[in-house]
């Protein structure tokens, strides 16, 4: 007897979720997301903002975009993310819908309900579709790491650190000034 055959879904699956539902597309599957929290909030909108106005200070050509945003990261359909900050330098990658294609700088807030997520599948996905750099801040475990694939260096910070932007030469983000 043949075994029953998992659904995969696609990108209009997850058009067709009721409003308001958070949901990721990961090689078809559908992941739920919860609410996200102040302290989850406020590092999102903290660090937009620094990144946001060293662009806007330098005239740079790459722009930020906070969650919910959508990256659609293959041609495919089925892989559907909402990184929690996206900076996106090539900006034919950009349309109404959000960024098709790699983004090439994401970071992620790590969670409970995230944790595995964001440190084992996103990984995978974020360095296989040509991500640039790949940064995760753990504020339960007062921790971000980084990852530069294109210099394949990775590097464990705490909240005390002044961190340099891999993509940038002349960027870091002091994350003992954020007053997280």
Same mark, same amino acid.
């Given at each position: 007897?043949?075994?029953? !055959? ?12 009721? #409003?308001?539902?958070?949901? #990721? ?5 559908? *992941? ?8 989850? !909030? ?6 937009? !903002? ?73 990984? *995978? ?7 640039? #750099? ?21 590097? #464990? ?17 002091? *994350?003992? !000034?954020?007053?997280?």
């Amino acid at each position: 007897m043949p075994l029953p !055959q998992e659904k995969m879904y696609t990108i209009e699956d997850i058009y067709a979720l009721p #409003e308001g539902t958070r949901a #990721e597309l990961i090689d078809g599957e559908i *992941f739920y997301m919860s609410p996200p929290s102040r302290t989850h !909030q406020k590092i999102i909108s903290k660090l937009n !903002q620094v990144i946001a106005n060293y662009i806007d200070i330098n005239h740079g050509a790459c722009e930020v975009y906070p969650a919910p945003f959508a990256v659609y990261l293959d041609e495919n359909t089925n892989t559907y993310v909402e990184p929690d900050i996206s900076v996106i330098c090539d900006k034919k990658k950009l349309d109404d819908k959000g960024c098709k294609g790699a983004p090439d700088w994401i970071i992620e807030i790590a969670s409970p309900g995230s944790r595995r997520m964001d440190y084992y599948t996103k990984l *995978f996905k974020y360095r296989t579709a040509g991500v640039r #750099e790949y940064w995760i801040v753990d504020p339960d475990k007062n921790r971000i790491m980084i990852w530069n694939f294109e210099s394949e260096d990775t590097g #464990e910070y705490t909240f005390s650190d002044s961190i340099k932007a891999g993509i940038y030469n002349d960027f870091s983000i002091d *994350f003992s !000034q954020l007053n997280i």
